[in-house]
């Protein structure tokens, strides 16, 4: 807390978080048996876990499509208090909404059979939409692959981070001039004239962004990126990528290759897949070492960031 952010005059608080699960492989120790012999699968690890109960045979879902029947978990803040009445979704080829209870407990039942395409490989995912109070938060629950679903139970509560723990700027998708967001910590996020468009739901032309915290995601520590950023909307469409900066967490040398990640969201078109993290671009620490530079800017906004090469 404490920093400050810049925009267009304006000056931000940074802010931080989130925090979902770890995955680990049916029928190993601790993931509860393989699909095939009964019973559920876990998804466990870090500070969530996610079982899965299979369903029996489903009628009309034919082979190839994945059968989801209901899905139940709790959205929290940072703070871990509830977020009452959140709106909660089951999302592939079609949206089942839900809405939590004032305690943040969702049960959404779902009862459908969805295709599946790269944007969904796994045929639905979990989407909570945060209506821009809260970082929007996509989650692939069946990254097994299990093809029917009876039940996706998501043990631990799942945490989002408050956008208003971070910064803002108006940013009017008719603008004749560059907005360049910054956080006195190395990030900076560079929207040209007329490169934004916002969905249709947005109540305003305002981008809000805040710092998450890497360990707070929901990947293996291999997979986890050094640095995470939310930015929203998340469903906004880009013309053309924005340029970007991150900062230089781990002191990498000048020149030094990373990955430059993201959270698959409904723009992403299924680069990487939604719910799941994946590399969006290359990306190179600067010449001064300060800063992570995104080789061809960011194609789309929510979470993004940069983790180092894996050797």
Do not use: K
Request: glycine share 14%; with cysteine; hydrophobic share 35%.
């Amino acid at each position: 807390m404490g920093q400050r952010w810049q925009a267009v005059g304006l000056a931000w608080v940074l802010g931080a978080g989130l925090s979902c699960a770890d995955l680990c492989v049916p029928g190993e120790p601790g993931c509860g048996p393989d699909p095939g012999q009964g019973g559920s699968v876990g998804v466990a690890g870090g500070a969530a876990r996610v079982t899965l109960e299979p369903s029996g045979a489903v009628s009309g879902c034919p082979a190839g499509r994945y059968y989801v029947n209901r899905v139940q978990g709790r959205m929290v803040d940072l703070q871990g208090r509830p977020i009452p009445r959140a709106q909660v979704n089951v999302c592939g080829n079609a949206c089942i909404p839900g809405t939590a209870d004032n305690e943040g407990r969702f049960d959404i039942a779902v009862d459908l059979c969805f295709g599946t395409n790269a944007e969904y490989p796994h045929g639905a995912v979990l989407w909570f939409s945060g209506n821009r109070r809260y970082a929007d938060l996509f989650f692939d629950f069946n990254q097994r692959g299990m093809q029917r679903v009876g039940l996706a139970r998501i043990e631990t509560p799942l945490a989002v981070p408050a956008m208003a723990d971070g910064g803002n700027a108006y940013v009017p998708s008719g603008s004749r001039g560059i907005v360049r967001m910054v956080d006195g910590l190395g990030f900076s996020l560079t929207i040209s004239p007329d490169n934004i468009e916002y969905p249709l739901t947005a109540e305003d032309e305002t981008v809000r962004v805040v710092r998450v915290d890497p360990t707070r995601l929901p990947f293996t520590p291999e997979e986890r990126p050094d640095v995470m950023y939310a930015i929203e909307p998340a469903d906004s469409r880009l013309r053309e990528p924005a340029p970007a900066e991150f900062p230089n967490t781990r002191r990498l040398p000048p020149g030094t290759e990373v990955d430059i990640v993201g959270v698959g969201n409904h723009i992403s078109r299924g680069r990487p897949a939604t719910g799941v993290l994946g590399r969006i671009d290359m990306g190179h620490v600067s010449d001064d070492g300060r800063v992570v530079v995104p080789d061809h800017g960011l194609r789309f906004l929510g979470m993004v960031g940069w983790r180092a090469l894996r050797r």
